[in-house]
């Protein structure tokens, strides 16, 4: 589709990073931050910018770490209206009977959404995947379609699934970069840290079966701001943990793929962690649903839009740097079809340093847009005539 520039935001003096490579130089040359992972990645949030890689596109088994993708796929449908948090969900034989971690759902027994939630984000529920995805798909072949699709989607290249879980099976794998690329496309929904963050809760609370969860991440225990997001484990992937930690307005993913044990898995994300917040700092653009601009849409029912960011923006720079030319400029699509759903992307926020791109981020409507009924219409052509007598 054919885009238009609307208009160039504003310029600013701003503090941001040079460039990726520049990251890339330090670290090949001065820094040994996963000494003993088979594969680790550091990234900041907003801007996806690496700040330390090892091994970083090699074919691992992810274990549990596949979870992140169901979760994806499971924020995507809340957030689109097709799945609700209190929504009871029907516990199948299939979902039911799943090893490994599990909440020991039983075999017709009914359960929030949001409890299925807790129990993948806290306990990393295999049976909990199973069921959610067979809510969203009607089978978990049909949902692992969808994981690949969206894997796909995201262009990563180097990842497979087989199943929503992470339980081993042939020809299932990922890689420490395309797993930090899932982690920050779900943290777009902000609200996932709000279960991947506790530490222990209950299913079931006051019932005969009782279920106590305790987080498989004790990181948000034991490190400041960690808030998420998923640990892994079998014989064949050893301990892996894609983490997420905020400070300030930064947040960063830390991935570890291939660690020996959850004491030296922990302590190099920690590692990596320290050195992310210690050398870097972000200016915040703009949060997750601010308004960027407008569009007047004449053959829509309410013909002024809000055009909003489909996740929160900033720029990047290591402490003591400074550079300028820092600009923004907005592109809406030329021709718009109605109706438009919530989260159509409608455009692109371009920013810049210089002729260096630093981020584009998709812009979309906040609101349903549906195309205007014929007495609208009626209406604003009698109130176009009045203006003109």
Not at 169 to 192: G, W
Not at 283 to 300: H, N, P, V, Y
Request: hydrophobic content about 40%; overall charge negative.
């Amino acid at each position: 589709m054919k885009k238009y520039t609307l208009i160039t935001i504003l310029l600013m003096k701003l503090f941001v990073t040079p460039s990726i490579s520049t990251y890339g130089e330090e670290k090949e040359e001065a820094l040994n931050l996963a000494p003993d992972a088979k594969s680790a990645i550091l990234i900041e949030r907003d801007t996806g910018e690496i700040l330390f890689d090892k091994n970083a596109h090699q074919k691992l088994s992810p274990a549990s770490m596949t979870k992140i993708m169901t979760l994806l796929l499971v924020m995507e449908a809340i957030d689109k209206g097709n799945l609700t948090l209190n929504e009871m969900i029907r516990v199948s034989e299939r979902a039911s009977s799943m090893g490994g971690s599990q909440v020991f759902l039983e075999a017709g027994e009914e359960m929030s959404v949001e409890d299925l939630l807790k129990a993948i984000a806290i306990a990393s529920g295999n049976d909990a995947s199973v069921a959610l995805a067979e809510r969203l798909a009607g089978s978990e072949e049909a949902f692992v379609k969808m994981m690949n699709d969206k894997a796909k989607e995201l262009n990563l290249e180097n990842t497979k699934f087989q199943n929503s879980s992470g339980l081993p099976a042939d020809d299932h794998y990922s890689t420490s970069y395309d797993i930090a690329v899932i982690s920050k496309e779900l943290l777009k929904y902000e609200t996932i840290t709000d279960y991947t963050s506790i530490y222990e809760d209950y299913l079931r609370k006051g019932e005969e079966n009782e279920f106590w969860l305790v987080n498989t991440n004790k990181l948000v225990r034991f490190y400041s701001g960690v808030d998420g997001l998923k640990t892994g484990y079998t014989n064949e992937a050893k301990y892996c943990l894609a983490a997420t930690a905020k400070r300030d307005d930064m947040r960063v993913i830390a991935v570890v793929m291939g660690s020996d044990t959850v004491k030296e898995r922990n302590a190099t994300i920690s590692q990596m962690l320290d050195y992310a917040f210690n050398h870097f700092e972000t200016k915040k653009l703009f949060d997750k649903g601010d308004t960027i601009t407008s569009i007047r849409l004449l053959k829509a029912e309410n013909k002024n839009i809000p055009i909003v960011a489909s996740e929160s923006v900033s720029t990047l720079y290591k402490k003591g740097e400074s550079i300028d030319d820092i600009t923004q400029m907005v592109e809406l699509n030329e021709t718009f079809d109605l109706p438009l759903q919530i989260g159509d992307q409608v455009g692109t926020l371009t920013v810049k340093q210089g002729d260096e791109m630093l981020s584009e981020t998709p812009l979309t409507v906040d609101q349903q847009v549906n195309e205007a009924t014929y007495f609208t219409l009626l209406k604003r052509a009698m109130q176009s005539l009045a203006k003109h007598e």
